[in-house]
Every structure is written in C-alpha cells, then in structure tokens.
C-alpha cells in the first residue's frame, strides 16, 4: 500500500515546458507588434500640416522673444548705471550739440507715426543685380562646390557620418523683393547703455523661388568595431519659399573713437515663415523614399540653425569700413588706364593687405572661413 502511494505519475514537466512556449511565442508575437507599430507611426506616420506646424514653431519663438525682453527689463532696472569714461577731445575741433533720435528725424524731415512706407523698388533692382553677379560667378567655376564640401566635411562631423558628398546645387532663378520700408524707435537692447534708442529700418521681404542642395552619405556603425555597419543616405533640400520681416540698424562704436567699429546689424523678427522641401532615399537595395520622419528631422535642425544666427534676439554684425574719401581707394581716370590693370591689382592688394594690418593693430580676431564667391568683403560662412 505504501509502495503505491509513493509512485505518482510526472505530469508538471509537460504543463512547465508547454507554459515556456506559450511564453516564447508571446513574447515574439509582442516585440513583432511593437516593431510594426513604431514603423508605421513613427517612421511611415502622417506629418502635421505646415500651416500647423509653422503656426507651432511661430509661437515658441514668439515665447522666447518675450522671455528675452522681460529678463533685459530686469537687467536694466537691477543692474547700476555706469557712466563712460571718455577721453579728452582735442580743442581744435568743435563740440558738436548732443546729437539724438529727434534730431536726426527733424532734421531728415522724417516723422516716425505719419510718414508712409516706401517700395524700395530701387533696392530691389541693386540687390537682383547683387544675386545675378553671385549666380554667374558661381557657374563659371567650382569655387562654391569647394566651399561647401569644406564646410559639410569640416572636423565639426559627427564620427557616425561617412564623407558628404554635394549632388545638387541650384541657386535658383527669382531675387527676393523687399518692401513696406519704415523707420521705428527701438531700445538699445545690445548696448545697454541706461536705456538708450536707436532708430531701426524694418522692411518686409518675401522670396518664392527653388534653391536647392542635395547631399549624400552614409551612416556608419562603429560600434564593437569600425565599419560594422553602413546605411546610405541621400538627401535633397529645396526652399520653395521664406517670408519675413527684417530689421536693420547701426550700432556705433562704444565708446565714441573707441576701439569698437560701428557695426551694420541686422536680423529677422520671429513671425517669418520657411517652407522647405525635403526629398530623402534611405537604403542600399531596399532603399525607403521620402520618409516623413526624416523630412521633419532635417526641417526642425534647419529652423533651429536658423533661430541660433539671426532671428530675435540675436543678430548678425558687419564691420562697416571707413567712408573718408583716399587715394588708393580711386577707380577710373586716364591715370588708371596708363597704369594697366596690374597697378589696379596691385592696390587692390595693398588695401587688402593695409586692411588686415589695421585690424590687428586694434586688436581685433581675424575671422578665418569660407569667401563665396560674389560675397561681400568681411562675410564668412560659419
């Protein structure tokens, strides 16, 4: 009777192995789930309208304005005033009267709330011209292929992407058209000079045309070891079309003589609209096109590259040369054409040099980046 009790039958293994595989199954038929769920919204998913998303990032960025100038306004009412010290002017020269913001309008006959806004059709046809000569001194060499390819493939690569090759250049066909010019009162927000102005032309410009770059290169896995895996990658970025409004002013130099240039400011103001076209081609064999979550990737780093250089509250600065009339500066004449064009280059060349002395003398970093050609003297790409 004890011998029967003590044998009883094995069956928990059955029931143990066949739970694993239920198990296993699971498990698969989950991550299967998952992996088809994050292609199809994250990657295959539909993007949001452009007015939407443009009406998104219009918003944030009209944030961000705002919070700048609440923290200036807590800055100026914080922070003591400090006076300038200027250095003794030499009693040869005549002291002029203070001059301001009224005295230049009265005396410009400029009334900043009843004067109409101007056209600048004049400023149109000088700044097509401008972009005609860029556009033909692009074609005619290679130059700004090199300088892109220098800048795509410069040390600030991350190490996950192979060399960037240009596929693409097109510098489009149409010129911007700038207009509704008017002269407002603003705060010196750069200065913060006890709350001093400045006057500000801002002018409305829109541009609908189709530049394009096109771009391509791999993605590499170095991870346990180089080269473990490759993804290529083509891309093709078009601006079909930017609107905005832009502002220019002086800012002189601080103190007055001092070893600050006056600079020519400018920026965008933070309601401007960019619409881009992005095609893209992921793959080797199986290769995905036009997929919407890379288009919103390399649309958002655009914006943001744009917002970090030029968009309120930041601004981009030119050095403005100096206006005196001089010799070496003279163009034209029977003397020049005696002379030949080597004394022309010659002076060229001497200014240039003259030029870059003079900066260093005042103590001022040279700027080393990529001339385009057909740029203006001093303007890099960064």
Request: glycine share 6%; net charge neutral.
């Amino acid at each position: 009777m004890s011998a029967v009790q003590h044998a009883a039958p094995p069956a928990p293994q059955s029931q143990s192995s066949l739970s694993f595989t239920q198990g296993f199954l699971l498990g698969q038929l989950s991550l299967v789930i998952l992996i088809g769920a994050f292609i199809k919204f994250f990657i295959f998913g539909d993007p949001p309208s452009a007015d939407t998303t443009a009406s998104l990032r219009a918003s944030a960025r009209r944030e961000r304005t705002l919070a700048h100038k609440r923290s200036l306004l807590t800055l100026q009412t914080q922070s003591p005033q400090h006076r300038l010290l200027r250095k003794k002017r030499s009693s040869v020269l005549r002291n002029p009267p203070p001059l301001t913001i009224g005295t230049i309008l009265s005396k410009t006959y400029y009334n900043v709330d009843s004067h109409q806004p101007e056209s600048l059709d004049w400023f149109n046809v000088l700044i097509a011209q401008t972009i005609a000569q860029f556009r033909d001194d692009a074609q005619q060499d290679e130059a700004i292929l090199t300088s892109l390819t220098s800048a795509l493939n410069s040390p600030l690569k991350p190490d996950f992407l192979d060399e960037i090759k240009v596929t693409e250049i097109s510098l489009g066909e149409d010129f911007p058209i700038f207009s509704n010019c008017r002269i407002i009162s603003v705060d010196d927000e750069v200065g913060m000079a006890g709350g001093s102005s400045r006057l500000q032309a801002r002018m409305d410009v829109d541009l609908s045309d189709l530049v394009t770059l096109g771009v391509e290169t791999k993605l590499v896995l170095n991870y346990p070891k180089s080269m473990v895996a490759v993804l290529p990658v083509a891309l093709a970025v078009s601006v079909v079309r930017f609107s905005g409004t832009l502002s220019i002013s002086f800012l002189p130099s601080s103190p007055p003589g001092g070893p600050s240039p006056t600079t020519l400011a400018f920026s965008f103001l933070d309601d401007y609209r960019l619409d881009l076209s992005i095609r893209s081609l992921v793959g080797s064999r199986s290769r995905l096109q036009d997929v919407p979550k890379v288009a919103q990737l390399v649309e958002a780093r655009l914006h943001t590259w744009f917002d970090e250089r030029c968009v309120e509250p930041r601004f981009q600065q030119i050095v403005l040369p100096s206006l005196w009339p001089r010799k070496k500066n003279t163009r034209g004449g029977e003397e020049e054409n005696e002379a030949g064009p080597e004394s022309t280059v010659r002076a060229v060349m001497e200014g240039k040099v003259q030029g870059e002395g003079i900066r260093s003398r005042r103590g001022e970093p040279v700027q080393e980046g990529l001339n385009m050609p057909g740029s203006l003297p001093g303007m890099t790409v960064t």
